[in-house]
């Protein structure tokens, strides 16, 4: 059973910095594809970063130059480091997964409950 298990939002000022985490389980995390997306209040959920079967990163254009997309396979853990925030990054911000061997264009089937980011002061 896949599980998701995001951590390490909250509330930081503008220009602030945050490290989220997503602990995943119940699956061989290396062959899964990971992201992160969010979805701000009353806006569709867009995706923020992620990762391609290559390994290579894509970035949303609102979040190029401030965040970075990491993940660490020995510990099934993929991270997205939030620089430069901005009010505008409010939202709440979801891990997710699917399998490397989807078809291209697969959606991710598999998400976790989400975390609150919020940027204000």
């Known amino acids: 059973q896949v599980q998701l298990v995001e951590s390490g939002g909250g509330l930081v000022q503008p220009g602030g910095s945050l490290r989220l985490s997503c602990a995943a389980s119940?699956?061989?995390?290396?062959?899964?594809?990971m992201a992160w997306f969010r979805q701000a209040p009353g806006k569709e959920r867009e995706l923020v970063a992620r990762f391609t079967k290559g390994g290579n990163t894509i970035y949303a254009d609102s979040v190029k130059g401030r965040f970075t997309i990491a993940r660490d396979n020995a510990k099934n853990t993929v991270f997205l480091q939030m620089d430069s925030l901005k009010p505008e990054d409010t939202a709440v911000y979801y891990c997710?997964?699917?399998?490397?061997?989807?078809?291209?264009?697969?959606?991710?089937?598999?998400w976790g409950q989400g975390t609150q980011v919020t940027v204000s002061s």
């Open positions: 997710a997964a699917k399998p490397k061997t989807a078809l291209l264009g697969a959606t991710f089937g598999s």
């Open positions: 119940g699956f061989t995390f290396s062959s899964y594809v």
